[in-house]
């Protein structure tokens, strides 16, 4: 089965950095694209970047110029990098991938489990 995995969470002060990383493992042909999404206490999960295998990134309002997105493909891992951040990037950051797992099968949407971003003041 794939799996993804985040890991580079924790808390960190406002103005500070912050680097995730999401390690995709398992039956895997292809990734077509990778992302990260985030979910706040009472607030619905939205998206924070994606990143497709082409290169081609594309981020929310919100990080832009804050954040950065990359992806190594040879070892199929996404990168968030953060800086600065602020206390509003507070939330539960998680990976997500379209997979191909053999040349026989389509793309599926893959979740990692999630890694916790607080920022203090």
């Known amino acids: 089965q794939v799996q993804l995995v985040e890991s580079g969470g924790g808390l960190v002060q406002a103005g500070g950095s912050l680097r995730l990383s999401c390690a995709a493992s398992g039956s895997i042909f292809s990734i077509n694209v990778m992302g990260w999404y985030r979910q706040a206490p009472g607030k619905q999960r939205e998206l924070v970047a994606t990143i497709t295998s082409g290169g081609s990134t594309n981020s929310a309002e919100s990080v832009k110029g804050r954040f950065t997105i990359s992806r190594e493909n040879g070892v199929n891992t996404v990168y968030l990098q953060m800086n600065p951040v602020k206390p509003e990037d507070t939330a539960t950051y998680y990976c997500?991938?379209?997979?191909?797992?053999?040349?026989?099968?389509?793309?599926?949407?893959?979740w990692g489990q999630g890694t916790q971003v607080t920022v203090s003041s």
């Open positions: 997500n991938a379209l997979i191909a797992p053999s040349t026989r099968t389509g793309f599926w949407n893959y």
